[in-house]
Every structure is written in structure tokens, then in C-alpha cells.
T-cell receptor
Framework: GQNIDQPTEMTATEGAIVQINCTYQ??????LFWYQQHAGEAPTFLSY??LDGLEEKGRFSSFLSRSKGYSYLLLKELQMKDSASYLC??????????WGAGTKLIIKP | GAVVSQHPSWVICKSGTSVKIECRSL??????MFWYRQFPKQSLMLMAT?????????EQGVEKDKFLINHASLTLSTLTVTSAHPEDSSFYIC?????????????FGDGTRLSIL
């Protein structure tokens, strides 16, 4: 079966750095997406990785290792507004998105 | 670019009412749109994939007669919750991507919060 695993919840301090991991087992791979979802709102697109390596976009970076079925989202200089759920999703060989359950990130002052 | 508009944002209605939710791609054409449901503190659940000009593909366990999907144009898909009951209360979200069969990110509408009394 297809499976996406990410931690249920993480806590970090304002100004710090946090890494949210995602491991996946899917039938084929056409890219991995990270989305941010604030409570009561729809998800917003953060990043897309299809090749191995690190993609940096401001305070957020996303890393992919296809051989390990592994990705992480790195958030630097954390702000209170970064408190949200972060969803990992993999596009399989049929271009279907397989969603993880999301990681709730709590930022403390 | 890639803006998806969803309407209405909130619906509160009596049990037995049918509710229609619209999803529009504002600045691109979307051959495929997706409908999700999300219960509080749970992950997104794909309900169906809406294909322009053809029947929607429903996920296992989703009643197609209960959740009617119409994708009449390349910019509009509608989801109708027929004879809604309190257990249908949820957050419904649509998404679309500019590409077809490509690794394009899905862009989400703002969601519709449905409360059935």
C-alpha cells in the first residue's frame, strides 16, 4: 500500500529552527509537495521537490532523498505565525496526490 | 497566478437541505479539479476527482448519489451535497492545478464550512 509518515505534533521556540520529517512509500514518484494549513483555512502551497537535494525559499527549505523515500521541511527564524499544520504529499505514478496526516507545529514565545 | 475561488465560505442549513458548492479556477483552465473533506483535527480526505466533460471519479466509501459533482466547463466544478444531514457537517475544499498529468502543485480554494442543524 501507499503510505506517508510524518510526526503528529512538534513544538519549537520563536526564533529557532525546526525540521519536519516525512517518509513515504508510494507506487512511483512524480514529486513531493509541502503545504501549510492554518487552523480553519485551506492548505497553501509551500514547495515542490522532484530531484534529490535542497530547495531553499526564504525562511523555508525542503530536502528530498528519493533513494531513502525521505523529505524534510526546514523552517528557520520561526515566527508565531508559523504555527500551523504542515502537510507532506507525494504524487505517485498515476499523478495522484497521496497525503500525509500533517504535522501540527506549535511555536512558543 | 493559479487562483482558485470557492463559494460559499459558510453554509448553515437544516437537515434534509441540498447544498451546492462552487469551485472556480480564475486565471487558468482546469481539466481536473479535486474535492476534499476535512473533519476537525484530521487530515484531508480526497472525496472525488472531477473531470471536465465526463463523470467524476469517486474514492472508495464516498456515495456518488449523495455527493453530486458537475464539471461543466474548464473553470467551474460544483459539488452538491444532497439531503444533507448533521454527519455531513465538515470543511469541504476544492483544488485544481494548471497542468494535466504533470507534476503541478494543486492550488486550493478557501474551503466551505458546512454546518447541518
Amino acid at each position: 500500500g501507499q503510505n506517508i509518515d510524518q510526526p503528529t505534533e512538534m513544538t519549537a521556540t520563536e526564533g529557532a529552527i525546526v525540521q519536519i520529517n516525512c517518509t513515504y512509500q508510494t507506487s512511483g514518484f512524480n514529486g513531493l509537495f509541502w503545504y501549510q494549513q492554518h487552523a480553519g483555512e485551506a492548505p497553501t502551497f509551500l514547495s515542490y521537490n522532484v530531484l534529490d537535494g535542497l530547495e531553499e525559499k526564504g525562511r523555508f527549505s525542503s530536502f528530498l532523498s528519493r533513494s531513502k523515500g525521505y523529505s524534510y521541511l526546514l523552517l528557520k527564524e520561526l515566527q508565531m505565525k508559523d504555527s500551523a499544520s504542515y502537510l507532506c504529499a507525494v504524487m505517485d505514478s498515476n499523478y495522484q496526490l497521496i497525503w500525509g496526516a500533517g504535522t501540527k507545529l506549535i511555536i512558543k514565545p | 497566478g493559479a487562483v482558485v475561488s470557492q463559494h460559499p465560505s459558510w453554509v448553515i442549513c437544516k437537515s434534509g437541505t441540498s447544498v451546492k458548492i462552487e469551485c472556480r479556477s480564475l486565471d487558468f483552465q482546469a481539466t481536473t479539479m479535486f474535492w476534499y473533506r476535512q473533519f476537525p483535527k484530521q487530515s484531508l480526505m480526497l472525496m472525488a476527482t472531477s473531470n471536465e466533460g465526463s463523470k467524476a471519479t469517486y474514492e472508495q466509501g464516498v456515495e456518488k448519489d449523495k455527493f453530486l459533482i458537475n464539471h461543466a466547463s474548464l473553470t467551474l466544478s460544483t459539488l452538491t451535497v444532497t439531503s444533507a444531514h448533521p454527519e455531513d457537517s465538515s470543511f469541504y475544499i476544492c483544488s485544481a492545478s494548471p497542468g494535466t498529468g504533470e507534476s503541478e502543485p494543486q492550488h486550493f480554494g478557501d474551503g466551505t464550512r458546512l454546518s447541518i442543524l
